[in-house]
């Protein structure tokens, strides 16, 4: 049974920096890419940023404006989101998702979920 735990989510102020994990189990990590998306109150879910299994990346999520930093371990089967100079628009829960195809900012396209951690940034 394949799943994502994300981990790491809080209060943070304006300025902060937090790291989010997702920890995989069921799956041939290495093997998946990985994704991070988020969803504030009231708007639509919006990717971030993903990670293939050889560790490119890219900027399809323009809203983070390169603060943001994805990164995955795959001995240890855990993607990381690093986070830097948080704002308050930053504030949504935070998803880690996987998909055994190519990379893509389309939601559709990823199998596997986590639950979400909420990210809060104060002003």
């Known amino acids: 049974q394949v799943q994502l735990a994300e981990s790491g989510g809080g209060l943070v102020q304006a300025g902060g920096s937090l790291t989010l994990s997702c920890a995989a189990s069921g799956l041939t990590f290495s093997s998946y890419v990985m994704g991070w998306f988020r969803q504030a109150p009231g708007k639509e879910r919006e990717f971030v940023e993903a990670?293939?299994?050889?560790?490119?990346?890219?900027n399809y999520g323009r809203s983070v404006m390169g603060r943001f930093t994805i990164s995955r371990d795959n001995a240890k089967n855990t993607v990381y989101l690093h986070m830097i100079n948080l704002k308050p628009e930053d504030t949504a829960v935070y998803f880690c998702?996987?998909?055994?195809?190519?990379?893509?900012?389309?939601?559709?396209?990823?199998?596997?979920w986590g639950q979400g951690t909420q990210v809060t940034v104060s002003s």
């Open positions: 990670i293939t299994w050889n560790g490119d990346t890219t």
């Open positions: 998702a996987a998909s055994p195809r190519r990379m893509s900012s389309r939601a559709g396209e990823y199998d596997y």
